[in-house]
């Protein structure tokens, strides 16, 4: 069993950065590929960023691919989202993601992760 938790949100003005990390306990990352999703109140959770462990990506959508990066610490063992120029459009609770044995074509589907975090509120206000 692995348990994940996120860490870094908060509230940050339009413009702003924050980086988010994913730690993982009870099983490490290995074999496992990482994603980062979030979600507004009455919208489906969209996919932002993925990496695997061991080899292979990043992944993005398209739109984030210029703020957003992913990025892993081995020694830490997190994996980290940095998100640059901050909109209010950005203003969702974001979630880290594990799953194993995903191929390319499943990784920006939120049924392929096994494993979630309980979310962390990311606020972008003046």
């Known amino acids: 069993q692995m348990r994940l938790v996120e860490s870094g949100g908060g509230l940050v003005q339009p413009g702003g950065s924050l980086r988010l990390s994913c730690a993982a306990s009870?099983?490490?990352?290995?074999?496992?590929?990482i994603g980062w999703f979030r979600q507004t109140p009455g919208k489906e959770r969209e996919f932002l960023a993925a990496t695997r462990w061991t080899g292979g990506g990043p992944y993005y959508t398209d739109s984030m691919k210029a703020r957003f990066t992913i990025s892993k610490d081995r020694a830490q063992g997190t994996v980290h989202l940095q998100m640059n120029s901050l909109t209010p459009e950005d203003t969702a609770v974001y979630y880290c993601a594990a799953g194993s044995g995903l191929i390319v074509g499943r990784i920006r589907s939120e049924d392929a992760y096994t494993y979630w975090g309980q979310g962390t509120q990311v606020t972008v206000s003046s």
């Open positions: 009870g099983r490490s990352f290995a074999n496992f590929a």
